[in-house]
């Protein structure tokens, strides 16, 4: 069974980056199936995918967050990291790293963590 588990600050200031870790157990990043995505879900409103890292190391983005962010992996921890720049009240959230056999806005998900909460203040 595919285990996710998110890590990182759950306090980050305006215009600073957000950088979030997500750890997978019971499946390779690099060979199983599977798009690693991150999606969010900011207060009183839907699920946002933000974007996602294949098997082969390609990523997208979603439009409206791509100049903005950048996720990686270390192959050799099984990880794959989110790093979203210049960040406001807005990108407050409940992050979520997942897995699934597709990726984007209408994609769903096979796995997901539990999901960390992020909070952008001064």
């Known amino acids: 069974q595919v285990q996710l588990q998110e890590s990182g600050p759950g306090l980050v200031k305006p215009a600073q980056t957000l950088s979030l870790t997500c750890t997978v157990s019971?499946?390779?990043?690099?060979?199983?199936?599977?798009?690693w995505s991150w999606i969010r879900q900011p207060p009183g409103k839907g699920l946002e995918w933000v974007g996602t890292?294949?098997?082969?190391?390609?990523?997208a983005y979603s439009p409206s967050l791509r100049s903005r962010t950048s996720i990686s992996r270390d192959t050799s921890k099984n990880q794959f990291t989110l790093q979203l720049n210049s960040v406001t009240p807005e990108d407050t959230a409940i992050y979520y790293c997942?897995?699934?056999?597709?990726?984007?806005?209408?994609?769903?998900?096979?796995?997901r963590g539990q999901g960390t909460q992020v909070t952008v203040s001064s």
């Open positions: 890292i294949a098997r082969n190391g390609g990523s």
């Open positions: 997942a897995g699934g056999r597709g990726f984007g806005a209408a994609a769903t998900y096979d796995f």
């Open positions: 019971g499946g390779s990043i690099t060979t199983s199936v599977y798009y």
